[in-house]
């Protein structure tokens, strides 16, 4: 007998019989989610670190030194789009129809609108019209954790054919004159489609974490319902950001996700053929490593060409070691990553014997017409505008006193 609420009357339930019948044919075999397509978006406009300190006080030798980072992306045009080609490359690199797809899954915390949600848009631009579309945001680890969502629905039965995005439109709502943390970032986007396979493929397990005791040392002010209707511009930003405070608990997290998810299954540092890691900054990326065990000529590296693009980093590069043949087949992967929140996550990939696409597609971006320094300096005038409607009121220290909501936030 069970209980429910008030008002509602108790239900009794039969005991649960035994259950006699043998699976059907082929039930029993584990089912496994394996990577089948691939594919990424990158806009193709590239902000130099000499473009950054011509309204920045900074320059090439801090950038690189401290961060390892050249240049990164500024995109153009809204993240769906960029979701759209990457996703598309990965079906045709799958041979599989949009029409053929159960899921779609859009890894990210910059997403174009909060409702409706970005993985619908994906769903109607693509005719994916049989596929669940749904938002993962766990910052940068939003790619994985919806590797691991869309996986785990695969190995339920519930799906077989998915599309997970990583996919970061950062530079609209940058503090571009910030030199903490305008350096840091890029636009981008990979995608890759997930299948239910019975070989032994795939994803093979993962470490999935949250330091949200240090939740306060990475915010974006002025996103989301808390600055609603309060006299502050919704989409006016501000960035809370301590860096070396970010930098210890990435390298601990990044470090202890990926010996936990070896240890869960069975595998040493010298099985691993490849590490792709999230690239948020090249120390930070040495230390995991050499906490690891690893040594450096196994990681795949894009931070000196792409920055950190949050969810978009681990996919982007996953789909260049592919295209560069740095995974072979049969190879074992490991994926550590680390975002705000701050959460963290490392996953294991056994990749499949085809390390090559099967089809490719013409879809592409529409032409760029600027240069990113262009695009960036009119953001900045777009939030010349917004520091003087907010700006002031989003960063004052009474501010947590002022919106009562903001308080619980702030100090959680
Ligand atoms: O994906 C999300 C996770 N994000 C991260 O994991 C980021 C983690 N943090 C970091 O990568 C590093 O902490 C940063 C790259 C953000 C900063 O590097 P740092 O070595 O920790 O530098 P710092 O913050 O200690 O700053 C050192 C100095 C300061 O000057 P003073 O006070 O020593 O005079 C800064 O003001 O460097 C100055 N500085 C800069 N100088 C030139 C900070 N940013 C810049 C800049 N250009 N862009």
Known sequence: RAACGAGCNSVTIAPRRRQKRLPPEGRHTMINAAITGWGKCMPPAVLSNADLSTFLDTDDEWIVSRTGMRERRVSHVPAIEMATVAAARALACAGLDAADLDLIVYGSCSNDEQVPNSASGVQVRLGARHAAAMDVNTACTSFLYGLSSA?????????????????????????????????????????????????????????????????????????????????????????????????KRAVHGMGEAAAEVMRKCGVAPEDIDLVVPHQANLRIIESVVKRAGLPMNKVMLTVQRYGNMSAATVPVALVEALEEGRVAPGALLLMPAFGAGLTLCAHLLRWGDRVTPLGTTDIDLPPCTKSALELVQDIRAIKAGAAQRSGGALMAPKLAETLGTLAAVSHA
């Not at 970032?185 to 999935?208: H, M, N, R, W, Y």
């Open 151 to 247: 996986a785990a629905m695969i190995k339920s039965g519930a799906v077989r054919n998915a599309v997970v995005i990583g996919v970061e439109l950062i530079s609209p709502y940058m503090d571009w004159d910030n030199r903490g943390v305008a350096v840091l970032f890029g636009d981008g986007c990979a995608a890759v489609v997930l299948q239910a396979s019975d070989e032994p493929i795939g994803l093979l397990g993962e470490k999935l974490g949250c330091y949200a005791d240090a939740r306060q040392t990475l915010r974006v002010r002025g996103m989301g319902c808390t600055y609603a209707n309060r006299g502050l511009t919704l989409g006016d930003t501000q960035w809370d950001f301590d860096g070396q405070e970010i930098f």
